[in-house]
């Protein structure tokens, strides 16, 4: 079966990338990294539609504080451990928190 290439939304990346740094703090980021990683794969194979996957995200969104101050957290939390913020890319969620980094290690 030839699964689609559709990628996720920026806030979907960075809802994903969030929780992925986050996970090793508390079971609970983990378990939702995990739910929201099998809501885009019902996407993909298409039992699950993409508002209804963009709903669950944006509500898990929201219950951190909104696309910006998941960002925010997530550029924090990798600029604290390493001391820097690698990811490149010139998609939306990239750029934003490229700009979010910059401002980090100005400071």
Known sequence: MKKKQEKPTPEAKA???FLMAHK?????????????????????????????????V????????????VIQKTVQYYIKKTGEWTLKGDDKYCQDAQQVANEILRK
């Open 58 to 69: 944006h509500n898990m969104l929201e219950s951190y504080g909104g696309y910006e101050e």
């Open 24 to 56: 090793t703090i508390n079971p609970v980021y983990k378990e939702k990294a995990k739910r929201i990683n099998k809501q885009w794969d019902l996407v993909i194979d298409n039992k699950l539609s993409k508002a209804d996957y963009q709903q669950e």
């Open 15 to 17: 809802l994903s990338l």
